[in-house]
Nanobody
């Protein structure tokens, strides 16, 4: 499956952005989808993930974004979104979309478990 992110950009602290990830070439509805991010000089970190509808569609979040970010999926459009509100400078990073079929709940935040990745989109939070 091929993944293409969009929606990144420059935003002021406290602002909002919505990232999108369009998938093609695979059975999107059977993939767990996730967002990770990587800031300069730091390791890639988990942001959010959403399971398939067949597995209950549960979403999980990193503690650092809980209550501010929301992940959603639209299987009819093969798209996953990340709505980011109340953005902080520390949210600045390249954001990556990732997908993997048949992930168990305990593996959702492990980037090594995902086989399919987008090219990333830059999010910069600065005044």
């Amino acid at each position: 499956v091929q993944l293409v992110e969009s929606g990144g950009g420059l935003v002021q602290p406290g602002g909002s952005l919505k990232l999108s990830c369009a998938a093609s070439g695979g059975a999107f509805s059977s993939y767990t989808m996730a967002w990770f991010r990587q800031a300069p000089g730091k390791e890639r970190e988990f942001v959010a993930a959403v399971r398939t509808r067949a597995s209950g569609g549960r979403s999980i979040y990193a503690d650092s974004v809980k209550g501010r970010f929301a992940i959603s999926r639209d299987d009819s459009k093969n798209t996953v979104h990340l709505q980011m509100n109340s953005l902080k400078p520390e949210d600045t990073a390249v954001y990556y979309c990732a997908g993997q079929p048949r992930l168990i709940l305990s593996s959702l935040s492990d980037y090594a478990r995902y086989s399919y990745w987008g090219q990333g989109t830059q999010v910069t939070v600065s005044s």
